[in-house]
């Protein structure tokens, strides 16, 4: 079986190469995630549409780079430039005239330097992500689809109670909290 580490390798080496294919894998993967949480920081979908094609442009340049080697994945690489330049629009917005650059070239190195501090943020948040589903794996049933239905599926502690067969809501909150508390030490003995 192939990891995903190689399959993003070669999803980023075809998006290199001009593969159209590449770039609506990459579109279909990662468009709905940055749209969504662009909408939520208050952007438009056009701003997303936008957004996107500025960090698939990012994208595709670094990936046609022979020095440049992805350490995350595209998805977490795109967010972190999505992220980054929607920051700076809404600085730019907020500031009185914008000054013309100097063309030193020293707002690229910055900017460079945004997008790796990003995506170590959000290399660690996936790192994290990764250590509780594997938490999630150990620590067994019910407590794991107790904690799903409550905190993926957004089931109120009455709907628990019915699905789980607990006789009221507070048996099966207690429950939660027990399998949460569970769930914590599993995670943070992973952690160490």
């Not at 690229?108 to 999630?136: F, M, N, P, W």
């Not at 019910?142 to 957004?154: E, G, Q, T, V």
Request: charged share 25%.
């Amino acid at each position: 079986m192939q990891s995903q580490f190689n399959i993003e390798q070669q999803l980023l080496a075809a998006l290199a190469d001009g593969q159209r294919a590449a770039t609506e894998q990459i579109y279909r993967q990662n468009y709905p995630i940055i749209s969504g949480w662009l909408v939520k920081n208050g952007g438009s979908s056009t701003d997303a549409d936008d957004l996107f094609q500025e960090a698939i442009v990012v994208l595709f340049g670094k990936a046609q780079d022979t020095e440049f080697r992805l350490t995350c994945s595209i998805g977490t690489y795109l967010f972190a430039i999505s992220k980054h330049l929607w920051y700076k629009k809404l600085q730019r917005q907020n500031r009185e005239p914008v000054a013309l650059h100097d063309n030193t070239g020293d707002d690229e190195d910055e900017t460079g330097i945004a997008y790796d501090d990003d995506i170590s943020t959000h290399q660690e948040r996936e790192e994290h992500y990764e250590q509780l589903d594997a938490a999630l794996e150990q620590i067994g049933e019910p407590c794991r689809s107790i904690l799903k239905a409550y905190y993926h599926h957004d089931k109120s502690m009455q709907e628990i109670a019915a699905d789980f067969g607990y006789t009221n809501p507070d048996n099966a909150k207690t429950q939660k909290y027990k399998c949460l508390t569970r769930l914590r030490k599993i995670f943070y003995s992973e952690m160490n």
